[in-house]
């Protein structure tokens, strides 16, 4: 969508996508009366007649996941515990957005606490009777369909760029601590992120300037005397592809040799032992959060939440401690694999987006359980606290889109943007 339109017409044009697929794509839990949304369009372009634009963000439709308080809209985490639950405040992130003049359509759906890689009822934005992923899946439909110009999502293991990934738009992880969580339901709070969602590179860049606290950060520029150098873990992360994954991501890093960048192997032998490190890390913290409301309402959780809530409880403490040594010893590997290069670069996602109700699928003559695997090259930056992004970098047979990953150091996402823009448009010209 672009930004010199009109904000009524921008408008417009989401409320018209809305009533072509919502009801089909069900990625709203709830959408504002649309003469609230018309009325703030209108002021919106009032301000840009009188040259009082409040930000580049001024009249962007934006939608807010279903995890992030509103004071405005119920806020009910996906989940039946909260129902009714109208926060006091907006969350910080909702309070940026508003007070840059962005329009919030509503809230967005995400599985039950954001506890999955599938959002449902939510559909894939490409294909109904595909997953939408999870547990962002409402942003990242909402997207890809062009009900919004840009969405808020949270990741603590992907739940932005697996979304991102599945219905072919861009997601960013933020480096952690970049964006405000304050008022963002709490998952594994020291693994937690809110970032945006959008349909381009530019866009995602445009909403991280207001939620986020970029100020600090150096601009992209490319090395002075030397080509971007992007390193490829390729042990453990390429390894399990479905094949148009494997094929479209070594057409990604022929594009990258295209642009004049040296892409050169790196080793991250932990990342074998992430995801264990990852669950180990969710239960012990997913325990705390739930405590006092599973006591109070555990009949009332989904039996899959029900059951990792149960499990987090009945962890070993010295479990979590592990993990947190562990970390530790991911945050060495993966910085030091950074350290000799500017980006790394590696499937977001090891499959495209699987069947609606598929719980496995098989890759290389063995079943994968989905939501396991969905993770296994997001969760390590996590860990880490790297910015982390996905953007599509083609399609399968299907027409399913498939995620290029890129990331950088902690606190250099505005240069992980500017490299991400360049690749953007590479692929675009490729394609063309």
Known sequence: MSLFLPQRTRLEACLERIAQHEWKVQAFTYL??????????????????????????????????????????????????????????????????????????????????????????TRNAVDSERSPGGSSGGSGAAVACGMVEAALGSDTGGSIRIPASYNGCVGLKPSTGLVSLQGVFPLAPSLDTCGPLGPDVATVEAVLRVIGDVGSQEPFVLPAGRPLRIGVPRAFFTEQLQEPVEQAFAYALDVLRGLGWEVVDVEIPIAARANEIQYALFYGEVADVHRALFAAHADLY???????????????????????????????????????????????????????????????GEEVP????????????????????????????????????????????????GAAALVEAALSEALA
């Open 302 to 364: 989904e039996p899959h939440t029900h059951d990792l809530v149960e499990a987090g409880l009945a962890a070993e403490p010295a479990r979590y401690a592990w993990a947190v040594e562990q970390r530790e010893l991911v945050r060495g590997e993966v910085l030091a694999a950074l350290a000799g290069v500017d980006l790394l670069a590696l499937p977001t996602t090891p499959f495209t987006a699987p069947p609606y109700d598929a719980y496995g699928l098989l890759i290389d």
């Open 32 to 121: 504002r009366p649309a003469d609230e949304l018309r009325a703030e369009a209108s002021a919106a372009d009032e301000r840009l007649a009188a040259g009082t634009q409040l930000s580049p963000l001024d009249g962007m439709p934006v939608g807010i996941k279903d995890l992030i308080d509103t004071a405005d809209m119920f806020t009910e985490c996906g989940s039946r515990v909260l129902t009714g639950r109208l926060p006091e405040r907006d969350a910080e992130v909702v309070r940026r957005l508003r007070a840059a003049g962005a329009i919030v359509m509503g809230k967005l759906r995400t599985h039950e606490f954001a506890m999955g890689t599938r959002t449902q009822p």
């Open 370 to 417: 989905i939501d396991l695997a969905a993770i296994r090259n997001c969760g390590i930056f996590n860990q880490v606290a790297t910015p982390a992004l996905s953007l599509p970098c083609a399609a399968d047979g299907d027409g399913l889109p498939i995620g290029l990953q890129l990331v950088a150091a902690p606190q250099r996402d505005l240069f992980l943007l």
